[in-house]
Structure formats: C-alpha cells, structure tokens
C-alpha cells in the first residue's frame, strides 16, 4: 500500500465512496470523484455546492491569520456569503464575529479591549476600553477640562445634524406628534431635567416643583443687582467675523452666581495629551506608544503630536437662561414705580 492509503465503499463501481490520505497527511472523503470533506493538519472542510468550493471551514493556524476559526460560506449565487468567527487571531490577536450579507458586512472585533462595529468593511461605530460608544469617531474626545463622555457622536461637514431623537409610538411603527420624552438627566437626587417634544416645539426643562425647594422669598431687590450687569457686544476670537450681545462671564458671577460655571483666569493642567496641528488637546490620559500606533492605526491624526504634560485655560461658561428670574422681577420693579408715578 506504500505511503497513500485509499478504501473504497461500493468499490465495484468507479464513483463509489472514497477516503483517500496522501502523503502529507491530508484526508479527503470523496463521492462520485468530488471531494466532500477533507481532514488537513489544520481543518475541517466541508465542500460547499453552487459556486462554492466548501461550505464551513474549522481550523486553526490559517495562512496569514495565526488563528483559530469556524468560517460558514454561503452560495454566492444567491448572494449569501456566509460568516466567520476567529478566535485569537490576526496580527492583533483579535476576537472577531463576521457576518456577510448581499453587498454588507457586518463586523464586531476585540482588539487590545476594542470593539468595531462597520458595514460594507467600513467601520461606523466602536466601543473603547473605557466603555465609551463613539458613532463616526476613532477616539474619544477630552480637553482635560470635560471628561470622556459615556456617548459620543461626532457630526461631519456637509450633514445638518450630528445626532437624531426620533418621536414614535411604542411598537415604533409610526412617529407620534403628541408631547414625548426625548431624553432625561439623572443624578445622585433623581430626575434633574429633560427634553421634550410636543407636536410643534421642543422644551429644554430643568427641576423646578416647589416640593424640592425651601426657603422661598419674593422680595427681594432685583433693579439693584441688574443695573450692576454689563451687557455688551464682542466676537469670539475663533469667530472674528460674527458680533453677538452677551456678557462677559466673570462679570455676572458676582451678581447671578448660578448663571456661571468656573473661576475667573482659572487653568488645568493634564497629563499625556494628543494635541492636533491647532494647538488644542484633543485627548488626555495617552501614553506616548499609544499615541504613535494610534497614528498609524487612524485614531489620532497624522499631524498630531504628543506632550507629556499640558497647562491651558479652564474657561468659564454661562448660563444665560438663570438670568430670566431677575429680569421678570426688576420688570415688575418698574412697573410698580411707574403705577405708583402715575397715580
């Protein structure tokens, strides 16, 4: 029998059952002359019918790969091509799930704590090691002054918006003009705020129920402090050519301090920092070998550069909106003065 073995099933025939072994070690199971299964030194292969050679492939060790792997192929005919799922495998070591459909591709990979997610082999979406889901972004954004969100979404140029909320009924068959919660903001206390959609109009509220306040008083001098407020006009340095009313913020801190977030000429400083060709951090908390893969691997740009230790601005912001209580009521001031003049 030498080297190869062959036994055949039905041998009277010459398209009977076949299990062949070669030299190499390999095993095929034949019928009719067409291979139907084959055993090599590192797979499974059942053949496939149609336009394909097998059907499911079970492995390890793939050329190019290093991995372990279960593939199912479906009959490009019919425009069906199967899945895969790799284990531990690629020049990542990556955990990969794979499912091909006509013209798609849907894929969640585990690398170094990553999870992509993409369609037509492009990636739209990834959660990070931190847990962060970013949709059109690479790399969760922090300027050391805000913190790496739970959710981000980044819009691109040419799109209106970067982030839709949608109002539909509760089997979500068709959308519903009546009022809906579209997002709420919850804290250590409950439910801070919301944003809410009626049929025309969207409302952006904050907690305001008299049950969750004390102390209430409505004398109090409002003229007084709002005649200490300095409106003005100005443009933004990173918008030289738009002039907007507004206030300076460390000039109503002093007089509506819940109108304002931050100090006065306050800076932060941050450790390992991306910073793009602009000069601003675009991420903090990056070690210097991460920051160099990440620019091979797209997720930071190729223009960025890295600094070990970063101080900048923490800039105050405000709200304009707590303004409106001292507005009302040094109206009403003046309205009862004027009353008052003209009786």
Same mark, same amino acid.
């Given at each position: 029998?030498?080297?190869? !073995?062959?036994?055949?099933?039905?041998?009277?025939?010459?398209?009977?059952?076949?299990?062949?072994?070669?030299?190499?070690?390999?095993?095929?199971?034949?019928?009719?002359?067409?291979?139907?299964? $084959?055993?090599?030194?590192?797979?499974?292969?059942?053949?496939?019918?149609?336009? /394909?050679?097998?059907?499911?492939?079970?492995?390890?060790?793939?050329? %190019?790969?290093?991995?372990?792997?279960?593939?199912?192929?479906?009959?490009?005919?019919?425009?069906?091509?199967?899945?895969?799922?790799?284990?531990?495998?690629?020049?990542?070591?990556?955990?990969? @799930?794979?499912?091909?459909?006509?013209?798609?591709?849907?894929?969640?990979?585990?690398?170094?704590? @990553?999870?992509?997610?993409?369609?037509?082999?492009?990636?739209?979406?990834?959660?990070?090691?931190? %847990?962060?889901? !970013?949709?059109?972004?690479? $790399?969760?954004?922090?300027?050391?002054?805000?913190?790496? %969100?739970?959710?981000?979404? #980044?819009?691109?140029?040419?799109?209106?918006?970067? !982030?839709?909320?949608?109002?539909?009924?509760?089997?979500?068959?068709?959308?519903?003009?009546?009022?809906?919660?579209?997002?709420?903001?919850?804290?250590?206390?409950?439910?801070?705020?919301?944003?809410?959609?009626?049929?025309?109009?969207?409302?952006?509220?904050?907690?305001?129920?008299?049950?969750?306040?004390?102390?209430?008083?409505?004398? =109090?001098?409002?003229?007084?402090?709002?005649?200490?407020?300095?409106?003005?006009? =100005?443009?933004?340095? $990173?918008?030289?050519?738009?002039?907007? #009313?507004? =206030?300076?913020?460390? /000039?109503?801190?002093?007089?509506?301090?819940?109108? +304002?977030?931050?100090?006065?000429?306050? /800076?932060?400083?941050?450790?390992?920092?991306?910073?793009?060709?602009?000069?601003?951090?675009?991420?903090?908390?990056?070690?210097?070998?991460?920051?160099?893969?990440?620019?091979?691997?797209?997720?930071?740009?190729?223009?960025?550069?890295?600094?070990?230790?970063?101080?900048?601005?923490?800039?105050?912001? +405000?709200?304009?909106?707590?303004?409106?209580?001292?507005?009302?009521?040094?109206?009403?001031?003046?309205? $009862?003065?004027?009353?008052?003049?003209?009786?």
């Amino acid at each position: 029998m030498g080297d190869i !073995m062959t036994c055949k099933i039905n041998a009277d025939t010459s398209d009977g059952l076949k299990i062949v072994s070669d030299t190499s070690g390999n095993v095929d199971i034949q019928n009719n002359g067409t291979t139907k299964a $084959a055993f090599t030194a590192n797979s499974l292969v059942l053949s496939g019918a149609g336009t /394909e050679t097998k059907s499911l492939e079970i492995g390890s060790g793939r050329t %190019g790969d290093g991995a372990s792997f279960v593939d199912l192929i479906g009959d490009s005919t019919y425009g069906d091509y199967g899945g895969r799922l790799l284990r531990n495998g690629g020049a990542n070591s990556a955990t990969e @799930l794979v499912h091909r459909g006509t013209g798609q591709l849907a894929f969640v990979a585990q690398d170094a704590g @990553l999870i992509t997610l993409k369609t037509s082999n492009t990636e739209r979406a990834r959660i990070d090691s931190a %847990g962060v889901f !970013m949709s059109q972004a690479t $790399a969760a954004y922090s300027d050391g002054t805000i913190g790496k %969100g739970a959710l981000q979404v #980044d819009g691109r140029s040419g799109a209106r918006v970067g !982030m839709t909320l949608r109002a539909k009924n509760s089997d979500g068959s068709a959308f519903v003009t009546s009022a809906v919660g579209m997002m709420g903001f919850v804290n250590g206390n409950g439910t801070v705020g919301t944003i809410n959609t009626s049929g025309s109009a969207t409302s952006f509220n904050t907690s305001s129920d008299y049950r969750l306040k004390e102390n209430v008083a409505y004398t =109090f001098d409002a003229t007084t402090r709002l005649k200490q407020l300095k409106p003005a006009r =100005f443009n933004f340095i $990173a918008d030289a050519d738009t002039t907007v #009313d507004g =206030f300076l913020a460390h /000039e109503v801190s002093s007089i509506v301090p819940e109108a +304002i977030t931050g100090t006065k000429d306050a /800076e932060i400083t941050t450790k390992n920092n991306v910073i793009n060709a602009n000069g601003h951090v675009i991420d903090t908390g990056i070690k210097e070998a991460d920051w160099t893969e990440g620019k091979e691997d797209g997720v930071y740009p190729s223009d960025s550069t890295w600094a070990a230790s970063t101080t900048k601005p923490d800039y105050q912001s +405000i709200d304009q909106s707590k303004l409106v209580p001292l507005l009302v009521k040094t109206i009403q001031e003046l309205e $009862a003065r004027i009353t008052a003049l003209e009786s």
